[in-house]
């Protein structure tokens, strides 16, 4: 599967944004899919997860409360509503995903297993 992300650019503090990932295939709707950020000179952090099926979410707790992630099937698109930006969510944006693995929580798949599948990033940048 390939994975375009877009949606990125500037926004001020505590505006919003929301980033979209369309995917190739005829399989993402079997596909966990998740959010990935990345900053120059860190490593690339989880955002937020969500199952092929939409039934289950997982956020890391900077994002918490603030950010969304949601799914189209129909439209193999996966989107991350992100609201009261602020600057230390600057970052390059990326969309991943992986074949559903019965039984396991986003949780662990994210931490043991990871993704599989990775799209090009977006950039957000949240400056005044």
């Known amino acids: 599967v390939q994975l375009q992300a877009s949606g990125g650019g500037l926004v001020q503090p505590g505006g919003s944004l929301r980033l979209s990932c369309v995917a190739s295939g005829r399989t993402f709707s079997s596909y966990d899919m998740g959010w990935f950020r990345q900053t120059p000179g860190k490593e690339r952090e989880f955002v937020a997860a969500i199952s092929w099926s939409a039934g289950s979410t997982y956020y890391a707790d900077s994002v918490k409360g603030r950010f969304t992630i949601s799914r189209d099937n129909a439209k193999n698109t996966v989107y991350l509503q992100m609201n009261s930006l602020k600057a230390e969510d600057t970052a390059v944006y990326y969309c991943?995903?992986?074949?559903?693995?019965?039984?396991?929580?986003?949780?662990?798949?994210?931490?043991?297993?990871?993704?599989?599948?990775w799209g090009k990033g977006t950039l957000v940048t949240v400056s005044s």
């Open positions: 991943a995903g992986n074949a559903h693995r019965p039984g396991l929580s986003l949780e662990i798949i994210i931490s043991k297993y990871g993704m599989s599948y």
